[in-house]
């Protein structure tokens, strides 16, 4: 520790002389020059101390010691106190105040932290100063072998060229230990392997895979496992040591040639097979895999050379025959196969191509026609009279060429009947004129079929081409809508017209215009490129004298034979501002003459538009106004019950009620309508049907509920109606209140008691009223 503090004490004090001695005390010396004498005072240091140094992982069952502080200025009288700071202080690190001894109280691991700062000092019990300044001092912790290596992956993944020569380098796998290295050989680490011998080995320092054995084929074994192991202490007894996986993979090299399985193939195929159809497919085995087994195939011999072809399936790397043309019943060709990627260093494996006899023969099936032509075009001229040829289509049967074939046209594709067919030796012909004009070009579709089996069929399509004969005249190219000012001067441009053909004649169009006649107010001029010019050959038009004119305008053309036709062009006469500019026309002329602008009668229309709305308007509410019923009420109106307060006069009132109606019911008006609610029709009317005279009112009013109970079209809610009529045959004759005095003693009320049990309350209520009365 000694070494320690000389660079310290020289910082701080750079007049002192530091000297060592071999007990381990060391001294500082005061130089005082007094004169030319060096005057030196030797001191003894402050700070004494045993051990600087502590073991890790310690185990014992007490704290572990470190070691004694002891200042010089303590007298031994156990004045001083010792203070201890810095890492540690307290939790991992005590001291004695008294003694100055320091003790580890935890268990310390060197990887965790390598060494501890710490500062000491010593202070009077008493008064509470220090006796003299801090000191640091540095605790190491001493290092064991308590770590085991371990590598940076736990599983390595290398790959290595198949076939590759001994000592060529797979991977590096590298290893760390925790341990200090300065230390001992704790962290020393040897590499060795432990499985994957004798494939690969493993240098022991640096940790570097290589291959251990010649021609290691991927074809055999693709893939191995090897375990490396790094074990410290140099590799001693007693080391730790860890491990990790390696997996190597053998990739491929092109090592193996292709070989067919079979040395000849034998394919079959149909004669009816269509040319570029595939035969068949043959494949030869190559054991490497990627580009390494990429193959060609090609026919090198064989009377089937220039019959068949093959092209190789770059997906299933197979042999596709195809047949280019079918003259024969069987062919024999010479199929090689070779790789497309070749390795020169691995050509004396053998040669990297084989051979295969490929034989292919065709059946016999019964083939439809065939055409001369896989498409024909024929030309026509469009007056082409009815009934003369436009061409041929020929075709025959390739099992016989002798057999008879029969022709016909598809209707689908002809649906006008233009064309017909001779069914024997293929001729078309007219039926109908033809219109160029309409459609240039006429697609249809003939069939050939065998007369002995009409199943087997054929369709070729056949264009017709329609040219054109100059038939149509030319004619305005437009719809113009031209005018001449009133202002207008003699030889002025008014409109330049242009002209159309529907023909299409070979050098082009070249249309000629002029006039049907002498016009004095209209001349033209042709332009010589398809256009004329109208010009005026007078001043001074007037639109109250004649507001149109109409100039006939003849258009011929240039082709045979020559075509024309006359086109009529409308002149409206207008009024133009100075400069020429139109500002009205015809009917607008006449407003304008009357004072009236055109935004003045835009306003007065508006004007009787919105009048006649608003007199719908109020017509439309009008006519939907109604009379309120006479029960308004939220509720439901069907719980409404409707009370007549019309007590009636007895059987001679016959003003408030017709009892006439109650005792004849079929009378009853059909169109009568009741009283409780607005006499609107809301739902058809039902007539009710005839009953037969009722001989009480009782009867009346339940045949009636009978009919509204069952009747569809009554209302949705009920009402009770009152009549005063008491019926037939009552021998207390009217009880209408009409017929009765002004006073109530009057009345006579003993004949109640002969009406029975059913009035026998009523005749106790009056009969007893009337003797308390006369009493």
């Known amino acids: 520790m000694c070494d320690l503090l000389t660079p310290l004490l020289n910082t701080i004090c750079p007049d002192l002389i530091l000297l060592e001695r071999s007990d381990g005390n060391l001294f500082h010396w005061n130089h005082l020059m007094k004169g030319d004498k060096l005057v030196l005072h030797r001191s003894k240091r402050d700070w004494m101390w045993r051990q600087f140094f502590l073991s890790e992982e310690y185990t014992g069952s007490n704290y572990q010691y470190v070691g004694k502080l002891r200042s010089d200025k303590d007298r031994g009288d156990g004045t001083a106190r010792y203070v201890l700071s810095g890492e540690g202080a307290g939790t991992i690190f005590r001291i004695d105040e008294k003694s100055g001894d320091l003790h580890a109280t935890q268990r310390l691991d060197r990887e965790e932290k390598a060494s501890y700062t710490l500062q000491a000092q010593a202070f009077n019990k008493i008064t ?17 072998n308590d770590n085991e290596p371990k590598f940076t992956k736990a599983v390595y993944t290398a790959s290595v060229p198949e076939m590759s020569d001994i000592g060529t380098f797979v991977i590096e796998v590298n290893a760390t230990d925790a341990d200090d290295a300065t230390y001992g050989n704790s962290a020393k680490l040897v590499y060795s392997i432990l499985q994957g011998q004798p494939y690969f080995s493993v240098e022991p320092e640096t940790g570097i895979v290589r291959i251990a054995l010649s021609n290691m084929d991927r074809e055999v074994r ?9 074990k410290d202490m140099a590799g001693q007894m007693g080391g730790l040591s860890g491990t990790t996986m390696v997996n190597v993979t053998l990739t491929d090299v092109n090592d193996s040639p292709p070989r067919f399985a079979y040395s000849s193939y034998h394919l079959s195929t149909y004669e009816s097979a269509e040319i570029g159809s595939t035969v068949g497919r043959i494949k030869a085995n190559d054991g490497d895999e990627g580009e390494n087994a990429e193959m060609k195939y090609r026919i090198v011999d064989g009377d089937g050379k220039e019959y068949l072809d093959i092209i190789t399936d770059e997906t299933t790397q197979e042999g596709v025959m195809k047949l280019d043309y079918e003259s024969k019943r069987v062919y024999t060709v010479k199929v090689e196969v070779t790789n497309t990627h070749q390795d020169p260093s691995f050509s004396d494996l053998g040669p990297f191509l084989d051979t295969a006899i490929v034989k292919v023969t065709a059946k016999d099936v019964d083939e439809p026609p065939v055409f001369s032509r896989p498409q024909y075009v024929f030309e026509v001229n469009e007056d082409t009279p009815k009934g003369i040829a436009v061409g041929t289509i020929t075709a025959w049967d390739p099992d016989a060429t002798h057999y008879p074939i029969q022709y016909a046209i598809d209707q689908h594709t002809d649906p006008e009947r233009l064309y017909h067919i001779d069914p024997k030796n293929g001729s078309i012909t007219i039926l109908k004129s033809l219109d160029r004009e309409v459609s240039k070009w006429h697609n249809i579709s003939v069939l050939a079929s065998e007369i002995n089996n009409p199943h087997q069929r054929s369709r070729v399509p056949v264009l017709i081409k329609v040219l054109d004969v100059n038939d149509n005249a030319p004619e305005f190219a437009m719809i113009y809508e ?14 330049t017209i242009s002209a159309i053909d529907t023909d299409d004649p070979l050098v082009g169009h070249k249309f000629v215009f002029t006039l049907s006649s002498m016009n004095p107010n209209f001349t033209i001029f042709d332009n010589e490129d398809n256009t004329a010019r109208i010009l005026t050959r007078r001043s001074g038009f007037n639109r109250r004298e004649m507001s149109v004119y109409y100039l006939p305008v003849v258009i011929s053309d ?17 009024s133009c501002d100075a400069t020429g500019n139109m500002r009205s026309c015809s009917v607008d002329a006449l407003l304008l003459s009357a004072g009236l602008s055109t935004g003045a009668l835009v306003a007065i229309l508006l004007c009787i538009l919105i009048l006649l709305m608003i007199v719908v308007l109020f017509s439309a509410l009008k006519k939907q106004r109604r009379k309120e019923p006479l029960i308004i009420s939220k509720e439901d109106v069907r719980d409404n019950v409707v009370s007549y307060n019309d007590e009636g006069g007895g059987e001679e009132d016959t003003q408030a009620f017709d009892i006439g109606t109650l005792r004849h019911p079929e009378v009853i008006e059909s169109n009568k309508l009741r009283r409780d609610i607005i006499p609107e029709m809301l739902f058809p009317y039902h007539r009710p049907s005839p009953m037969k005279e009722c001989a009480d009112v009782r009867d009346f009013i339940i045949s009636r509920l009978q009919e509204n109970d069952t009747d569809p079209f009554t209302p949705p809610y009920d009402s009770l109606a009152t009549y005063a009529y008491e019926g037939n045959g009552s021998i207390a004759e009217s009880l209408s209140s009409l017929e009765s005095s002004v006073t109530e003693g009057d009345h006579e009320y003993d004949y109640l008691s002969n009406w029975g049990p059913q009035f026998k309350k009523l005749a106790d209520m009056y009969i007893g009223k009337d003797t308390g009365v006369a009493n």
């Open 558 to 574: 240039s082709d045979y034979p020559i075509q024309s036709s006359t086109s009529t062009l409308t002149i409206r006469v207008c």
């Open 482 to 495: 031209t005018f001449v000012c009133e202002n207008v001067k003699a030889g002025q441009l008014i409109q």
């Open 222 to 230: 693709k893939e191995y496992q090897v375990v490396i192991q790094a």
């Open 128 to 144: 509470g100063l220090p006796l003299e300044p801090a000191t640091e001092f540095i605790v190491k912790i001493h290092d064991i």
